[in-house]
């Protein structure tokens, strides 16, 4: 497969996609780290969520350089879904520059369930190592 | 509600991002490889950026329901890197003047900004 370089992402086209299922080994992986989104169940956590979100995101820009560096996040919670749902995230290319010699690049991700609905919708800004 | 968000509070070890590592399938080395690192602009090892933003959603968590997260929008940016040894507290405090806005942020053991951005509900 190819490198996905800077080079290699066009503004507005779509980067990928990738389809995540948060089980209950994945939740419990999480609860060692923060105990306290316990009180979220059946739901998914927020914040495990957001990690899901950059499962998918990572999984539809691969394979990618090393050494990328995560310089700012938006994020939209539209819903909870329950622990054991598919979800899909859709990342788009929506900006990119070179400034200051770091190859600056913003992704839009929209993570929806198996009904299509919406569930967290995002937008991440990287300094992309190659 | 308070204009202050409860702060809570996370140690930064290896084995706290290598655990966060397998929970997002990042395996970035310059999360997990000394030597790679070292040779980056961040020279050093750092944890994922998307962990202290989860620390926020706790803060944010213990503030709000869940009916009330569904409707907010958080929009931040990582200022500093965060290393092992380091410890990390997310907090925020609602903007005067604006009482949907919060300012959030998380800062390190030196009262260094990690993370600094907003939280917005009714979005």
Partial sequence: ?130 | MSDALPEVTLAVDQAAIAKYAAITNDFNPIHLDADFAAKTPMKGIIAHGTMSLGLLWQALGRAFDPAELSRLAIDIRFVRPVRIGDTVTAGGRRREGDPGVHDIWVRNQRNEAVIEGTARRGQ
């Fill in chain 1, 1 to 130: 497969m190819t490198l996905r370089t800077f080079e290699t992402f066009d503004i507005g086209r779509p980067a990928g996609e990738a389809t995540e299922t948060v089980d209950q080994a994945a939740v419990d992986r999480w609860l060692e780290l923060f105990p306290e989104d316990r009180k979220y169940l059946p739901t998914v956590p927020p914040a495990l969520l957001t990690a899901t979100m950059m499962r998918g995101y990572l999984g539809a820009t691969s394979p990618r350089p090393p050494g990328n560096v995560h310089a700012g996040q938006y994020l939209a919670l539209r819903e909870l879904p329950k622990i054991g749902a598919s979800l899909t995230t859709t990342v788009t290319c929506v900006g990119k520059e070179i400034k200051k010699d770091n190859r600056w690049i913003e992704f839009r991700a929209e993570m929806r369930d198996a009904a299509g609905r919406d569930i967290l919708a995002g937008k991440i800004t990287l300094i992309w190592a190659a």
